[in-house]
């Protein structure tokens, strides 16, 4: 399954730089960037292609990522407040 996670600057006036790392997960794999660091200027955005891989049927819950954004010195990590849920039917192609 195909996934694009977009990743945005929404402070208009200042550069963000943040790290961007996915946690491995035993029952599915996401294939894609698993962890880089970048910066984007005010508005700006990223999309980062993925692709999970899911070996049977079952609710997964995608939301392995991990942002830490880096300010003045600190690393603040960002947590994502919803699940990114995903059914597969058997026999379901992916």
């Known amino acids: 399954m195909d996934i694009e ?5 929404r402070l208009v006036e200042s550069p963000v730089e943040f790290e961007f790392a996915l946690e ?16 984007l200027d005010g508005g700006d955005e990223i999309v980062v292609p993925l692709h999970a891989i899911m070996s049977s ?3 997964y819950n995608l939301q392995s990522l991990r942002l830490t954004v880096f300010v003045d010195n600190l690393q603040v990590p960002y947590l994502f ?7 597969v039917n058997p026999n379901a192609t992916i």
């Open 24 to 39: 491995r997960q035993a029952d599915f794999e996401l294939i894609g960037a698993e962890r880089f660091r970048w910066t």
């Open 5 to 9: 996670v977009t990743v945005r600057n």
């Open 57 to 59: 049927s079952g609710i």
């Open 81 to 87: 407040p919803f699940q990114w849920i995903v059914k």
